[in-house]
């Protein structure tokens, strides 16, 4: 088991924490190597590499034979491993899934509410806080308040901080609000909880310096890296099937250092 605290990781540190967030074992040692001190899945990109949708298509055992396959080549970063709802409203089967993650290294979790009510996560918080401290695994609580737009446009922020409260009571250590951009917004929903607020990459999103004048500690790029990789090799693609292949060689990683 490895037991380095995500949580120290995190609060360890001052200022506004950069995740770039992997999708399979190459791609972590490739932000690994761009100097990323932690590591945390995207689900949208972990889907994609197997040929499916995002939005709960994966199971269990896939989600942790990617976790497996991570820190296996990455064996000294603390990992966070995104798992949706947790692929179940059981409580059982939610708590088992996050022990065989415990049990392959994994020391932080990124669950998330969904359309649900806030009373569903809270309870898997509570479930999987009884049986994991803080000292072992960082629970981080995604509320998807503005990305599905479960409240109207002046009570979102509200409905976020809300919501936060319900799930740092149940024993969240963070949380997450994707679709924020808003920085008056950003800025009252984290002065309004004691845990760090977690932000998502969006073009619409105010820069570092600002995030972390706001009282952002951790900023996430979410799926984006997977869309830019899976993107840029098509673009490559389309240049090799017209007879133009320099692209290919302008890389900043090399054959032997892939293979490193």
Not at 59 to 81: D, G, N, Y
Not at 111 to 132: C, F, M, N, Q, Y
Request: aromatic share 4%.
């Amino acid at each position: 088991m490895i037991t380095t605290s995500f949580a120290s990781a995190i609060l360890s540190k001052p200022g506004l924490l950069r995740i770039p967030n992997a999708w399979d074992a190459a791609s972590a040692r490739r932000v690994v190597s761009a100097g990323a001190p932690l590591l945390a899945t995207t689900s949208a990109g972990v889907s994609w590499s197997l040929g499916l949708c995002d939005g709960e298509a994966l199971t269990p055992p896939q989600v942790v034979q990617r976790a497996l396959e991570i820190r296996r080549v990455c064996p000294a970063t603390p990992l966070s491993v995104d798992i949706e709802r947790g692929y179940s409203n059981a409580l059982g089967d939610v708590a088992d899934l996050v022990d065989a993650l415990v049990r392959a290294g994994v020391s932080s979790i990124n669950i998330e509410d969904g359309d649900d009510t806030p009373a569903v996560l809270a309870s898997k918080i509570a479930a999987i806080r009884s049986s994991h401290d803080r000292r072992i695994l960082f629970i981080n609580a995604r509320t998807d308040v503005y990305l599905l737009g479960l409240a109207a446009n002046g009570d979102r922020a509200t409905e976020a901080i809300s919501r936060a409260l319900t799930y740092v009571d149940a024993g969240c250590d963070g949380v997450f609000v994707p679709g924020v951009t808003d920085a008056d917004e950003i800025e009252v929903i984290a002065a309004s909880i004691a845990v760090p607020l977690n932000v998502m990459a969006l073009p619409s999103l105010p820069g570092v310096d600002e995030l972390e004048r706001l009282g952002v500690r951790r900023l996430t790029a979410g799926p984006a890296l997977a869309i830019a990789a899976y993107g840029r090799c098509e673009e490559l693609a389309g240049e090799f099937m017209s007879g133009k292949p320099d692209g290919l060689w302008a890389a900043p990683v090399d054959f032997a250092g892939m293979n490193a």
